[in-house]
């Protein structure tokens, strides 16, 4: 009989810690017990848990900072640079000669590839401003951190469970699986004191 005492505390362990686990989205509502109420944590503090998810994900992982810099490194603004001129070259080359068949025939290549480089001078000085100034207006219109808050504020409860459970299914598990190993390294610890009284 003494040496249940591992498996019961065990049992009691694993069952403790998946109870926790599970009352972070149980029950969705509240339950009234006149004297307090009871609620899942993510339910009961949905808005907040929706605020602080939307300025995390706006401080940390997507700042308007972050995208403008992205958006002036050297390769992203070569990009540009290439569609700009590939642009360019269609028009002087196909579009233009099609529109104005005339003025076109005056137009050497000597005339394009000097009027190209003038304007891919324009183009290379004008992208990063161009940059700045989209990403300041997007800043005014596209405030990710309201965008995410709000989301989140209205995501059904089983919505949320679903996307939290999947993000940290294993880490729930884990928390339970530790529980049992707890509790069973307890009641190793009581038979011992146990074996020694007697």
Request: no cysteine.
């Amino acid at each position: 009989m003494l040496w249940t005492l591992p498996v019961i505390s065990a049992i009691v362990g694993w069952f403790t810690n998946y109870l926790a686990v599970k009352m972070l989205f149980y029950p969705k509502e509240p339950w009234d017990f006149k004297l307090f109420k009871i609620q899942g944590i993510f339910p009961k503090n949905q808005r907040q848990v929706a605020e602080k998810i939307g300025k995390m994900v706006a401080d940390e992982l997507l700042s308007s900072d972050d995208l403008r810099d992205k958006m002036h490194n050297p390769e992203n603004l070569l990009s540009i640079n290439q569609i700009v001129e590939a642009k360019i070259d269609y028009f002087l080359n196909v579009k233009f000669p099609k529109q104005y068949p005339i003025t076109g025939l005056l137009f050497t290549e000597k005339r394009k590839a000097k009027m190209k480089g003038e304007l891919m001078v324009e183009v290379k000085e004008s992208v990063p401003q161009v940059i700045d100034h989209y990403m300041s207006n997007l800043e005014e219109r596209f405030n990710v951190e309201e965008i995410i808050k709000e989301r989140v504020a209205v995501l059904p409860a089983e919505k949320l469970e679903g996307l939290i459970m999947n993000l940290l299914k294993k880490e729930f598990k884990f928390i339970e699986y530790i529980g049992a190993v707890v509790g069973f390294l307890i009641g190793l610890i009581q038979v011992a004191l146990v074996s020694l009284g007697q």
